[in-house]
Nanobody
């Protein structure tokens, strides 16, 4: 089992920055990929960024150049640094983990609200 806890969400003005983090516990050695998703009410959840155990990263086009995903293996933490935030980045952000033995994200955090005011 893996437990994920997000932190760091909040309210920020457009153009500002925010850093959200995801702390993993449990069988963290089984995790291959950690991803950040976001979802607004009534909308489909969308993948924002992923990072593998080897450090490989991927981003959705709308956040490239603005968001940076990173991981601290010693602390079992994955962070998402969000710069040049836009009102359309307002969402609940979820951390998710995919195990080495799975093709899907198996574990999810409870989410953290990010609100960008115009």
């Amino acid at each position: 089992q893996v437990q994920l806890v997000e932190s760091g969400g909040g309210l920020v003005q457009a153009g500002g920055s925010l850093r959200i983090s995801c702390a993993a516990s449990g069988l963290t050695c089984s995790i291959n990929t950690v991803g950040w998703y976001r979802q607004a009410p009534g909308k489909q959840r969308e993948l924002v960024a992923t990072i593998t155990s080897g450090g490989g990263t991927n981003y959705r086009d709308s956040v490239k150049g603005r968001f940076t995903i990173s991981r601290d293996n010693a602390k079992n933490t994955v962070s998402l640094q969000m710069n040049s935030l836009k009102p359309e980045d307002t969402d609940v952000y979820y951390c998710a983990a995919r195990l080495r033995t799975s093709n899907t994200f198996n574990y999810w955090g409870q989410g953290t609200q990010v609100t960008v005011s115009s």
